[in-house]
C-alpha cells in the first residue's frame, strides 16, 4: 500500500496485521461505539543514540513501533536471525540499505525486510524521519540483532 498523494492536513492511516496506525495533524474528534475491542495500553518509548523508538503494540509473534531517526544519524548495519520487518515511511525521507541496494524512500512509501538479510536505516537528510516497524517472527526480542558494522561502538 502506497500513501504518496495524501496531504499532511489529513489523516493517513495504515492497516496491517489488524493494526491501525495513524498520523494526523489535525484535531479529530472520534467516537468508538464497541469498545470491546479497544486495546488502550501505555506506549513504551526507548531513547538511542540516533532517536528513538516507541512500543504501539505487542503479542505473540509480533511487534510494532515507530522509530525515529534524528537528522544525520543511522542504525547500525544489521541483519535479524529470528524477525522480518515491514517499513513504512511516515515522515521524512529514508536512505536504506537492503542487502546490497541503497534505496530512498519518502512518506508513504513501504520495504519489507526479509530474515538474515543485511540492512540499515539511515537519516542523512535535516528532516526528522518517522517510520513504522512491523516485526513478525517465531522470536520477538531486542537482542536478535547481529550488527555488522555501528558508528556508536555498540556490539
Not at 491501525?20 to 469498545?35: G, P, Q, R, T, Y
Amino acid at each position: 500500500m502506497n500513501f504518496k498523494n495524501f496531504s499532511s492536513t489529513l489523516i493517513s492511516a495504515y492497516l496491517l496485521f489488524g493494526v491501525l496506525a495513524v498520523n494526523a495533524k489535525i484535531n479529530c474528534n472520534c467516537h468508538i461505539k464497541d469498545k470491546s475491542n479497544v486495546n488502550l495500553q501505555e506506549q513504551k518509548t526507548f531513547q538511542r543514540p540516533w532517536g528513538n523508538y516507541t512500543v504501539i503494540d505487542e503479542g505473540t509473534g509480533y511487534l510494532i513501533k515507530t522509530i525515529t531517526v534524528n537528522p544525520d544519524q543511522k542504525l547500525s548495519v544489521q541483519r535479524h536471525n529470528h524477525r522480518t520487518e515491514h517499513w513504512v515511511i511516515l515522515n521524512g525521507t529514508a536512505l536504506i540499505i537492503k542487502g546490497d541496494k541503497t534505496l530512498t524512500l519518502k512518506t508513504g512509501d513501504s520495504i519489507d525486510i526479509g530474515l538474515k538479510e543485511i540492512h540499515s536505516l539511515q537519516n542523512p537528510y535535516k528532516e526528522t524521519l518517522k517510520i513504522l516497524e512491523i516485526q513478525k517472527g517465531d522470536i520477538i526480542d531486542e537482542n536478535d540483532i547481529e550488527r555488522l558494522s555501528d558508528i556508536y561502538g555498540r556490539k
